[in-house]
């Protein structure tokens, strides 16, 4: 843990890097199974099944 925090020490702006693509991350994820729970329509719309579709059908 030590030489992690010498190595974001030495390089900073990796650090903000890293922050920048967590924020970004958690965003997309957060944007996407918002976007499951309020869409109101059970038709196809012609999007891929998979992981898209069983997270639809857990949240609704």
Request: charge should be negative.
């Amino acid at each position: 843990m030590r030489d992690v925090h010498n190595f974001f020490r030495a390089n900073p702006q990796v650090l903000v890097l890293l922050i920048i693509c967590v924020v970004l991350g958690l965003g997309t994820v957060l944007a996407v199974i918002f976007g499951l729970l309020t869409a109101g329509s059970d038709t196809t719309t012609g999007e891929p099944s998979g992981a898209i579709a069983v997270l639809g059908a857990l949240g609704g």
